[in-house]
């Protein structure tokens, strides 16, 4: 994820060159992000329990996004991970992108669903499931329609790290939020210099573009009606790791879902490409017909 902001954010895209999105989301970007995230998360306990910390960083408090849920993603015929985010809607039920169940090259057999903790392979309430349903006309290649939802064999207890996001209402199914300011969250790389994902969860706030600036920006019909794209002026936006996870707008102090993390372009996070999402309101059918 990455955080660079300028002033004077504008709504005007920086690239004027069409780029591509990566499909291979598990091999190319997950499976890596997980080995990392596993890695640092190992050596900064060991710091811990010698004493040190970590030089520059800070940790988010657990209960800055508690609708906020890491996903540790078992492969069919790989040994390895892959890691994804997703939000809490209610006691038992997510939502995530579906590349994260199913991209291009490799399908999932479970999600752990980590809630309560900024880290992924430590801490929290840990709960396994292989019920997940994917939007019936996601496409692999394209992302289009790439949303997904979690559901929970038991509910979990809501706490103060723990609580479900609020989803559009009112006027707000009819709002394209263009203007509007939202955060993201994830386990996604902070730069395109950092080798992988982050071993805790980071956040960015990021401007709404409307869907023709976007289409700018994308090569084969990438950007459609129901994509939400955000501004990349200044190097921000979502990176490597942070699919499936949440883009977030304040109503009246509650945090309200407008987006899931998609994707990005593939030449890198930082140059100034907007970044995806599923957006939520147009897939309010099929979220409430799993709720």
Known sequence: MRALLLLGLGL?????AFVEVNSDYHKDIGIPAAAKIKENEERLMAETARGGRVVGGAIAPVNAHP???GL???LVGQSGNSVCGSSLLSSNRLVTAAHCWRDRSNQAWQFL???GSNNLFFGGTRIATSNVIMHPQYVPSTLHNDIAMILLPSSVWFTGSIQ??????GWDLWDQFVGNWAVAAGFGRTSDQQLAASQIVSHVSLQVISTSVCQNSFLGGIVIPSTLCTSGIGGVGICGGDSGGPLVVNRNGVPT???????VAITGCQLGYPSGF???TSFMSFIQQYM
């Open 12 to 16: 005007l895209a920086s690239a004027s």
């Open 67 to 69: 609708y906020f849920a």
């Open 72 to 74: 540790l993603i078992s």
């Open 113 to 115: 669903v980590i809630l």
């Open 164 to 169: 479900p996001v609020s989803l559009p209402s």
């Open 257 to 263: 879902l407008i987006g899931v993390s998609s994707f």
């Open 278 to 280: 599923a957006r939520v």
